[in-house]
């Protein structure tokens, strides 16, 4: 059995199944870890999710931006950003109801053996084990029978840091802005939303999150996605497999058992003009 870890896919169905024949993936006794933004922006996210879906316990996959910014849109918690989105499909097909509840029933953070996988990283005050911890907190509001409260409360970069005494709805906030949207901070760990290109753009006084000193994490190989524009990194203890599929670049897989790299380039039909 082969666990392979595998990249952004935003829809980029097309791009999942050339990347899973390289792979030579069995869905009967490997498994698929997914770091999230299964949807939008690529041409096919209504098949990507069914066929996920559709794998069961062959594939875990977390919870990123895209994915909650379809609950939230599902929910009137955000509006369409025009030609940006693909996800009307999902709303016309007849099992956008079980696919979305699917969604939502999907962990915002996992963590298995040394490993933690999360959408775009953690915060420097928490370990593996605390973070999962936090993220359990999200996903009983998501999955609770008040998650359309909570979805609509869920908007917003402030407050930009953790503090153990946080509370309510800007608990909650801050743990899902860092797990989904993050990728600079400052040292203390106030995190900056604007900026979202290479390393060498960091803004005055802030280092990427995985790289600050201080990191509670560093007890756990980080499996993330998210920053397209930071590429592929296989580190001892971190992993990062967006490497810009979406945007004309490649989808990666990373077999966990011994970090061999799998990777396809995008789909001509499936790439978007470079817009980081």
């Given at each position: 059995m082969a666990t392979y870890a595998i990249g952004d896919i935003q829809g980029c169905y097309d791009s999942l199944q050339a990347l899973l024949a390289r792979c030579a993936f069995d869905p009967t006794a490997d498994r698929l870890w997914l770091v999230g933004d299964l949807v939008n922006r690529g041409p096919k996210s209504l098949t990507t999710l069914r066929f996920i879906r559709s794998l069961g316990d062959a594939a875990v996959t977390v919870l990123g931006n895209h994915d909650l910014y379809l609950l939230m849109v599902a929910e009137?918690?955000?509006?369409?950003?025009?030609?940006?989105?693909?996800?009307?499909?999902?709303?016309?097909?007849?099992?956008?109801?079980?696919?979305?509840?699917?969604?939502?029933?999907?962990?915002?953070?996992?963590?298995?053996?040394?490993?933690?996988?999360?959408?775009?990283?953690?915060?420097?005050?928490?370990?593996?084990?605390?973070?999962?911890?936090?993220?359990?907190?999200?996903?009983?509001?998501?999955?609770?029978?008040?998650?359309?409260?909570?979805?609509?409360?869920?908007w917003g970069s402030e407050p930009a840091g953790w503090s153990d005494d946080l509370s309510g709805w800007q608990r909650l906030r801050v743990i899902v802005n860092a797990m989904t949207r993050m990728r600079f901070c400052t040292l203390d760990g106030i995190m900056e939303f604007k900026v979202k290109g290479k390393l060498a753009n960091a803004p005055a006084g802030h280092l990427p999150w995985f790289d600050l000193p201080d990191r509670q994490s560093r007890d756990a190989v980080l499996v993330t996605g998210h920053w397209s524009a930071l590429g592929l990194k296989v580190e001892p203890n971190f992993l990062a497999l967006d490497s810009g599929c979406l945007w004309g670049g490649h989808l990666t897989a990373v077999r966990l058992e011994d970090r061999a790299v799998f990777q396809v380039p995008c789909s001509p039909t499936e790439a978007r003009p470079l817009k980081r």
């Amino acid at each position: 059995m082969a666990t392979y870890a595998i990249g952004d896919i935003q829809g980029c169905y097309d791009s999942l199944q050339a990347l899973l024949a390289r792979c030579a993936f069995d869905p009967t006794a490997d498994r698929l870890w997914l770091v999230g933004d299964l949807v939008n922006r690529g041409p096919k996210s209504l098949t990507t999710l069914r066929f996920i879906r559709s794998l069961g316990d062959a594939a875990v996959t977390v919870l990123g931006n895209h994915d909650l910014y379809l609950l939230m849109v599902a929910e009137g918690g955000a509006k369409f950003r025009g030609k940006d989105d693909t996800l009307q499909e999902i709303f016309d097909a007849p099992d956008c109801g079980d696919l979305l509840y699917w969604l939502r029933h999907q962990p915002l953070c996992y963590t298995e053996g040394e490993y933690c996988m999360v959408h775009a990283g953690l915060l420097p005050q928490w370990t593996a084990a605390r973070a999962r911890e936090l993220a359990g907190e999200v996903e009983a509001a998501l999955q609770g029978p008040n998650f359309r409260e909570f979805i609509l409360n869920l908007w917003g970069s402030e407050p930009a840091g953790w503090s153990d005494d946080l509370s309510g709805w800007q608990r909650l906030r801050v743990i899902v802005n860092a797990m989904t949207r993050m990728r600079f901070c400052t040292l203390d760990g106030i995190m900056e939303f604007k900026v979202k290109g290479k390393l060498a753009n960091a803004p005055a006084g802030h280092l990427p999150w995985f790289d600050l000193p201080d990191r509670q994490s560093r007890d756990a190989v980080l499996v993330t996605g998210h920053w397209s524009a930071l590429g592929l990194k296989v580190e001892p203890n971190f992993l990062a497999l967006d490497s810009g599929c979406l945007w004309g670049g490649h989808l990666t897989a990373v077999r966990l058992e011994d970090r061999a790299v799998f990777q396809v380039p995008c789909s001509p039909t499936e790439a978007r003009p470079l817009k980081r």
